[in-house]
């Protein structure tokens, strides 16, 4: 099997380096690009995102890139503020994402013993039947690294789910695309076994 | 303590010198002796169970110079947990080249008491997520004061701020995390400033780690438990293997304490 040719879409963020730094250590060479020839001959394509939502569909909506992405048909990994920009809505900022998946990701609430950013280690569930080769290898309930302020809710997409007040969508899958909430890069080897499955992937979703 | 409602895990955060981008370990300020290479350690604690690290330049903030970047690089390329670079950063331009280098987080302490600006200005360029303050905490006539530029002993200073005060002004300009050190406690190993860290923890909505004072496993089971910080930081303990990360975690799940294992 020829090796994968990963596009990494540029979405404007910094800190793009760790997600280039997992994927070489899987034996990758992503090539980090805003082009849309790259993106759309690439084997497989990373959405990455830190930063804010608003200011990231501005960047790729300027590129032209927003309209074309959900037309994408290889395996399409959204990272984190990526996954959320894969919902229809964000109320960061109140603003459209990719439409690929029907629902508003939201603010989620402070409560005793509950901080906001939801930051480190949680526990990653199950929410299906994990039938999906995503998740080879994967454990259930094994921890993984979160950082963020906003969550998108479960629905039938939901392939695995997180508590951190309320119960959120921590990966979710339709079609070809595939969203981790969380930073498979900083979550150790489970995150490691995530990428690698995800450059395997058959993208057989029932959704 | 776990909490039902979430299934986070408290954090057991190494912290690492950083000088010319070796680890070194300071007996007094001026004395520093290097104790090991900065990729060689922070594997090392990343396969002991570490769940995040934060290395520190400790020669940046006082001599105001910028942190050299190129060893953040070298740790970003081999390890896969989170990763904090403090000290030397009092711009957006600093934080960004240590982001783009790999880091996940930057830490800022006597520049954002200079500037308090510079936190919210971090956090609309890079998002809260990655701006943590860091807060040098003196309990003094019945109050907690914060101090500047303690990397230096010769130039540390009041910085005529309430700790509380300052606690709720990071918050509000946007911080995402607060790394509260008590400096009473730090470096006697008698136990975390429990008081201090739950009376902060009583006005902090952001994720809050405790520094300064571990010297057995029974203390992170304290700070935890009774302050209900999300993170402890610690140094000396780990270095001197003292007190193993595997055993630690092995001890706080069985004083039913959620930990990443």
New interface residues.
């Given amino acids: 099997m020829n090796a994968p040719e990963v596009a990494i879409i540029d979405s404007g963020?910094?800190?793009?380096?760790?997600i280039v730094?997992?994927l070489?250590?899987l034996g990758c060479t992503p090539v980090f690009t805003q082009d849309w020839d790259q993106i759309q001959n690439a084997s497989h394509v990373v959405l990455p995102g830190?930063?804010?939502a608003a200011a990231a569909m501005t960047h790729l909506t300027a590129l032209g890139l927003a309209e074309k992405i959900p037309r994408l048909t290889q395996p399409v990994l959204g990272i984190c503020l990526g996954m959320q920009l894969l919902f229809e809505r964000s109320e960061e900022g109140d603003v459209a994402g990719l439409g690929v998946i029907p629902d508003t990701v939201g603010k989620m609430s402070?409560?005793p013993?509950?901080?906001?950013?939801?930051?480190?280690?949680?526990?990653n569930?199950f929410a299906q039947v994990p039938v999906d080769s995503m998740f080879n290898g994967i454990p259930d309930?094994g921890?993984a690294?979160f950082?963020?302020?906003f969550s998108a809710p479960l629905g039938p997409w939901t392939i695995a789910k997180?508590?951190?007040?309320a119960w959120f969508s921590s990966m979710v899958c339709v079609r070809n695309f595939v969203g981790i909430q969380f930073?498979p890069?900083?979550?150790?080897?489970l995150?490691?076994e995530l990428l690698k499955n995800f450059l395997q992937w058959e993208c057989v979703s029932r959704v | 303590m776990s909490n039902a409602s979430t299934g986070l895990a408290k954090r057991i955060i190494p912290c690492l010198d950083v000088r010319d981008g070796k680890v070194v370990k300071g007996v007094q300020f001026r004395e520093h002796r290097i104790v090991g290479d900065i990729v060689e350690l922070s594997m090392r604690y990343r396969d002991a169970g570490a769940d995040e690290l934060v290395l520190y330049d400790i020669t940046a903030s006082p001599e105001s110079r910028l942190v050299d970047v190129s060893w953040v690089e070298r740790i970003a390329r081999v390890i896969d947990i989170p990763f904090c670079v403090a000290g030397g950063i009092r711009s957006v331009e600093a934080a960004r080249r240590v982001l783009n280098s790999g880091a996940d987080k930057i830490s800022v302490n006597s520049p954002a008491i200079q500037n308090p600006q510079l936190i919210q200005q971090l956090a609309e360029a890079f998002g809260s997520q990655c701006v943590v303050v860091g807060i040098d905490s003196l309990q003094m006539n019945g109050d907690y004061l914060v101090k500047k530029m303690t990397g230096d002993p010769d130039k540390t200073a009041d910085a005529g701020l309430r700790t509380l005060d300052w606690v709720e002004q990071v918050q509000a300009l946007g911080a995402g995390e607060i790394v509260l050190n008590c400096m009473n406690q730090d470096g006697v190993r008698q136990g975390y400033d429990v008081p201090q860290l739950a009376l902060v923890r009583s006005i902090c909505q952001i994720p809050l780690i405790a520094s300064g004072g571990a010297g057995q496993a029974s203390h992170f089971r304290d700070v935890f438990q009774h302050a209900e910080v999300d993170g402890a930081l610690a140094a000396s303990i780990f270095h001197n293997q003292t007190l193993a990360i595997p055993d630690l975690k092995t001890f706080l799940t069985t004083e039913s304490i959620t930990v990443r294992t």
């Fill in positions: 963020g910094a800190n793009i380096n760790s730094f997992a070489e250590r830190v930063g804010a402070h409560a013993g509950i901080t906001i950013p939801h930051m480190g280690w949680n526990q569930q309930n921890f690294y950082v963020h302020s997180c508590r951190h007040g930073h890069e900083r979550s150790g080897a995150g490691s």
